[in-house]
């Protein structure tokens, strides 16, 4: 497994913008698809965005679709998750997660490694 932990969380307000980072440990994070998931308060964890290895394709959930952007730079080891137009509702803890799967990555139970999550919380 790889060791996931996140930075860049905080508060910031609506309309505003915040860049979460990812940085995994271990040789071989090129070739793990990576995600971003949320979970708020009396809620389920919910899919955000997955960039998967080689050619990095990228899925996005339909709530933040023209907002957020996925990418990864695999020299650093890191993927990020550039938080734009933020909006109230998106205030939530944010886990990335790694898995080798390529399909089904809206699905937590995909994924083998998680961090420990970051707080991002949106003021009206």
């Known amino acids: 497994q790889v060791q996931l932990v996140e930075s860049g969380g905080g508060l910031v307000q609506a309309g505003g913008s915040l860049r979460l980072s990812c940085a995994a440990s271990?040789?071989?994070?090129?070739?793990?698809?990576m995600g971003w998931f949320r979970q708020a308060p009396g809620k389920d964890r919910e899919f955000v965005a997955a960039i998967r290895w080689g050619g990095g394709s990228s899925d996005y959930a339909d709530s933040v679709k023209g907002r957020f952007t996925i990418s990864r730079d695999n020299a650093k080891n890191t993927v990020y998750l550039q938080m734009n137009s933020l909006k109230p509702e998106d205030t939530a803890v944010y886990y990335c997660?790694?898995?080798?799967?390529?399909?089904?990555?809206?699905?937590?139970?995909?994924?083998?490694?998680w961090g420990q999550g970051t707080q991002v919380t949106v003021s009206s």
């Open positions: 997660a790694a898995t080798y799967n390529m399909v089904g990555l809206t699905t937590a139970a995909r994924y083998d490694s």
């Open positions: 271990g040789r071989t994070f090129s070739r793990y698809t």
